[in-house]
T-cell receptor, first 111, second 110 residues
């Protein structure tokens, strides 16, 4: 069966520290992968998406980057976190032909 | 550019009344269209989807949506709202990527 793992569930990081959030998918090949940030009143803001290994599209210029080192692995990173990076981050995958599947999310608090 | 607009941030309806949540999209072709629901503290649940064919699609929990190409709309409807329908509803569009609207928070008053 298809599953998606996203970790950690919660994270508290100091300003200026690096960030690495990881998402892995099981049970499918060559999925589209997405990173979203969810904020009240803004819905799910698409940050990055990837249609294949090493192919990353950035939707919103900001302090974050994404990488896809393997077919079913998607990583969200930052070299130096800002207070404004706090939020709820969701990883998702789809095939473009059916519904999307979401990770459990990561609540990031930058202090 | 691909985008989704949900013009209503909040909607309040009485229990038993009908509901319509609006969704408009922008895309150069006919995209795949979705409605998701999120209850407080919960993940996103797919209500229904449109890929092709009949423009009126039925979903779970008594919801339906109608795709209108001429209006670039995909409005969600329910004939009689239940208190348990109170949640946040997201319209989503998949053209070359999956993009969500800002969401509509539904409040149900008894």
């Amino acid at each position: 069966s298809q599953t998606i793992h996203q970790w950690p569930a919660t994270l508290v990081q100091p300003v200026g520290s690096p960030l690495s959030l990881e998402c892995t998918v099981e049970g499918t090949s060559n999925p589209n992968l997405y990173w979203y940030r969810q904020a009240a009143g803004r819905g799910l803001q698409l940050l990055f998406y990837s249609v294949g290994i090493g192919q990353i599209s950035s939707e919103v210029p900001q302090n974050l980057s994404a990488s896809r080192p393997q077919d079913r692995q998607f990583i969200l990173s930052s070299k130096k976190l800002l207070l404004s990076d706090s939020g709820f981050y969701l990883c998702a995958w789809d095939t473009g032909l059916a519904e999307a599947f979401f990770g459990q999310g990561t609540r990031l608090t930058v202090v | 550019a691909q985008s989704v607009t949900q013009p209503d941030i909040h909607i309040t309806v009485s229990e038993g009344a009908s509901l319509e949540l609006r969704c408009n999209y922008s895309y150069g072709a006919t995209p795949y269209l979705f409605w998701y629901v999120q209850s407080p503290g919960q993940g996103l649940q797919l209500l229904l989807k449109y890929f092709s064919g009949d423009t009126l699609v039925q979903g779970i929990k008594g919801f339906e949506a109608e795709f209108k190409r001429s209006q670039s709309s995909f409005n969600l409807r329910k004939p009689s709202v239940h208190w348990s329908d109170a949640a946040e509803y997201f319209c989503a569009v998949h053209g070359n990527k999956l993009v969500f609207g800002a969401g509509t928070i539904l409040r149900v008053k008894s």
